[in-house]
RNA sequence: GGCCCGUUCGUCUAGGGGUUAGGACGCAGGAUUUUCAUUCCUGAAACACGGGUUCGAUUCCCGUACGGGCUACCA
């Protein structure tokens, strides 16, 4: 495996879904596994579906996800250009040599004139297809005469050139996760090469690059496998079939209903993000959030979609970039379809922010906590994160679940007041702040000690005083012990929610 | 319809001619006598079906069913 060299070749016709960043780590891993190059391609050569801002987002999520290019458009290298459509005039060339030698030729049919050719068969029953069978009878130049094909071409009409597909033979895939899988040529149709606009299709572009730019495997989705048996075509009639890439098709990504691949629709229809940044599409319909809005980090966000139709065959699950690209490899790949699983993919993340330091984790949750408004120094930050980080899923949680470290709470669990506040106990609690005022070192097990030694002295429990001095606190029953709490909130601001929230008790129970 | 690919717990999967079919998510129960979470323990839960081959198939072969992909001058 030396030089290996392996592409991430994205059409700029929207924001890239996971399926694209899953193909694309895939690549990457195995490139940096064996220290070859990852380079990107943008394939732009349908001018109708170009989207601006697709490509900046292409990049922009491939960056975020530590996926960043050696090679493509902005970034340099040795075979660019890096973008198809800077490359036309290449496509051309090669798609003349193919008609110069037998393999191509130009056609003239119009897109109507197929059209109805097409509903014609349908109505019949059958399907139409371009090939071996029809060609002689369609207008081709290898039904007209050359200089009819001189004469139309030099006069400006519209043609097409076309793969000329040879009968009767069978053409081999040695797939590197399927293994051997062969398609009879009668079945494939003659398929546009260049287009009327003189742009290539991605079946002549993606093997005239992939050569040009030496890559040496192809990893892409299961959607590609039909018609890899016309780029094994390509490649032979191109003479460059002892350097063709190696090929492996990966299973595809599928809704979480299993009813299809996952598709940019369903994250919306199911409010959960399926796209790795969000876009802003021109209606809220084509607008969708990622997995970085949604407060996922990138690299449980890798994490999980590389086991999505790979698995290292041990028990491991968690791992980080370095230790996935040591334990790829392309034989584990699996070979059906991989349900995306939302719960899953919660699961890496929290496993990831419990992982991670929490001096690590503060440049990810400062922007969450300042975009409320609070700007606490790190130190602050810091002993917030350490109390919080295990029970939160994603990074916006931090603040849902732990907003009563900043602010007054907003929110007051009334039901839980209502079974744990009881009139009496206001004189205890009286007791209690008092107590709390005369503890100098305020340190969680100095706290404890104080506290526990006033519930023995007042013959209370735990039970009965701890839950609601947390819920006078905090406004919840639910978070990190109650002693490091107060710690972090801080003396003063611990007896002033003590005092304050008689007032609200007596108001509820009373 | 045709062609191609696939099929182990609900989901992601390991495994592979003879196993109590393993792990993870999720779910249920329990422990950690302050909650929540973490962590730990326990539990329910799977080899699509039918034929072969074989002493023996979940594993190999062939069918069937089901699922998926492709079938454009889209990628």
Redesign the pocket.
């Known amino acids: 495996m030396e030089n290996i060299r392996l592409r991430f070749?994205?059409?700029p016709?929207g924001a890239l879904h996971i399926g694209g960043i899953r193909t694309a780590r895939y690549n990457f891993l195995l490139a940096r596994k064996y220290n070859g190059t990852f380079v990107l391609r943008i394939?732009d050569?349908?001018q109708?579906?170009y989207v601006p801002g697709a490509e900046e987002y292409i990049l922009d999520a491939l960056r975020w996800c530590g996926l960043s290019p050696d090679e493509g458009p902005g970034i340099g290298g040795d075979y660019g250009p890096y973008r198809q459509s800077e490359r036309k005039s290449i496509y051309l060339k090669y798609a003349e040599q193919l008609v110069a030698s037998g393999h191509a030729y130009y056609a003239f049919?119009?897109?109507e004139e197929?059209a109805i050719l097409?509903s014609r068969a349908e109505s019949d029953g059958n399907?139409?297809?371009?090939d071996a069978k029809v060609r002689h009878q369609l207008t081709n130049s290898l039904t007209i005469s050359q200089e009819e094909v001189h004469e139309r071409i030099n006069r400006g009409d519209?043609y097409?050139i076309r793969l000329a597909v040879p009968q009767d033979e069978l053409v081999l895939i040695d797939d590197l996760v399927?293994?051997r899988?062969?398609?009879?040529t009668n079945?494939l149709?003659d398929?546009?090469m260049l287009?009327?606009?003189g742009?290539?299709?991605?079946?002549l572009?993606?093997i005239v690059d992939d050569h040009l730019m030496r890559i040496t495997h192809v990893i892409r989705g299961?959607?590609?496998?039909?018609?890899t048996a016309h780029h094994v075509l390509l490649y032979r009639f191109l003479g460059w079939e002892e350097t063709m890439p190696a090929f492996a098709h990966l299973?595809?990504i599928?809704k979480p209903n299993?009813?299809?691949?996952l598709s940019k629709r369903d994250g919306a229809k199911l409010g959960i993000p399926v796209f790795p940044l969000s876009w802003k599409g021109p209606t809220p319909e084509n607008t969708f959030i990622g997995f970085r809005e949604f407060g996922f980090l990138p690299e449980a966000v890798n994490n999980f979609l590389a086991?999505?139709?790979?698995?290292p065959?041990t028990?491991q699950?968690l791992f980080d970039m370095a230790d996935l690209t040591r334990a790829f490899s392309v034989e584990?790949i699996?070979?059906?379809?991989?349900?995306f699983?939302f719960?899953?993919a919660?699961?890496f993340n929290?496993?990831h922010l419990?992982k991670m330091k929490s001096e690590d984790l503060l440049p990810w949750v400062k922007p969450i906590i300042s975009e409320k408004g609070h700007h606490p120094d790190d130190a602050f930050l810091l002993s917030f994160i350490n109390l919080m980080k295990?029970?939160?899923h994603v990074l916006p949680e931090f603040w849902d679940q732990g907003n009563y470290f900043f602010t007054d709470y907003t929110h007051l669990d009334e039901k839980m007041v209502r079974k744990k506040w009881k009139p009496e106990l206001r004189e205890a609690f009286n007791h209690l702040e008092a107590l709390i005022q005369t503890i100098d070192d305020f340190n969680a097990e100095n706290i404890?000690h104080h506290v526990k030694y006033f519930i023995t002295e007042k013959e209370l429990s735990?039970?009965a005083i701890?839950?609601i001095l947390?819920l006078s606190l905090t406004g919840t029953?639910?978070?990190?012990?109650?002693?490091a709490t107060m710690v972090l909130l801080g003396k003063p601001e611990v007896t002033r929610r003590i005092s304050n929230s008689y007032l609200h008790f007596d108001k509820i129970t009373g």
């Not at 299961?222 to 018609?227: D, K, R, T, V, Y």
């Open positions: 070749a994205p059409s016709t394939e050569t349908d109708t579906r049919d119009t897109p197929l097409r399907t139409f297809k371009y519209d097409t399927r293994g899988v062969q398609f009879h079945e149709d398929k546009v287009k009327s606009d742009m290539p299709t991605y079946h572009a993606n299961e959607e590609w496998l039909p018609s299973p595809l599928m299993g009813k299809g691949k086991f999505l139709g790979w698995n065959g028990d699950e584990k699996g070979k059906s379809g991989a349900r699983d719960d899953k919660r699961w929290q496993q419990i295990e029970r939160v404890q735990f039970g701890l839950p947390r029953t639910k978070g990190p012990d109650v002693f």
